[in-house]
């Protein structure tokens, strides 16, 4: 299983990126995948997940509205454009998939990228 993570970038505030998360050799039963990301010094937060397929989609506090998350036809890649970008939107964003579309929205992920680099300014 490879979850590879692109997109990231420096971006001035106010400004946009879109990330990409390309899967391959997910288990066809994978149901779930997010986007975290991680500041210097902080934890690991969940940023926007989605429920592939259903396309249930959700956000955390500090994204929603200004962040979309979304997946391709074919299921195997997965999106976050990132709009109106703030400096405190800095960090490693990695991507997760999940086989269980239950559970808690941010935990119990099986799979992970290794990352892309979002630099606001």
């Known amino acids: 299983v490879q979850l590879v993570e692109s997109g990231g970038g420096s971006v001035q505030a106010g400004g946009s990126l879109r990330l990409s998360c390309a899967a391959s050799g997910l288990p066809d039963a994978t149901n779930y995948m997010a986007w975290f990301r991680q500041a210097p010094g902080k934890e690991l937060e969940g940023v926007a997940a989605?429920?592939?397929?259903?396309?249930?989609?959700y956000y955390a506090g500090s994204a929603n509205g200004r962040f979309t998350i979304s997946q391709d036809n074919a299921k195997n890649t997965v999106f976050l454009q990132m709009n109106s970008l703030k400096p405190e939107d800095t960090g490693m964003y990695y991507c997760?998939?999940?086989?269980?579309?239950?559970?808690?929205?941010?935990?119990?992920?099986?799979?992970w990228g290794q990352g892309t680099q979002v630099t606001v300014s």
């Open positions: 997760a998939a999940r086989l269980s579309p239950y559970g808690t929205r941010w935990e119990g992920f099986d799979y």
């Open positions: 989605i429920v592939t397929g259903a396309h249930n989609k």
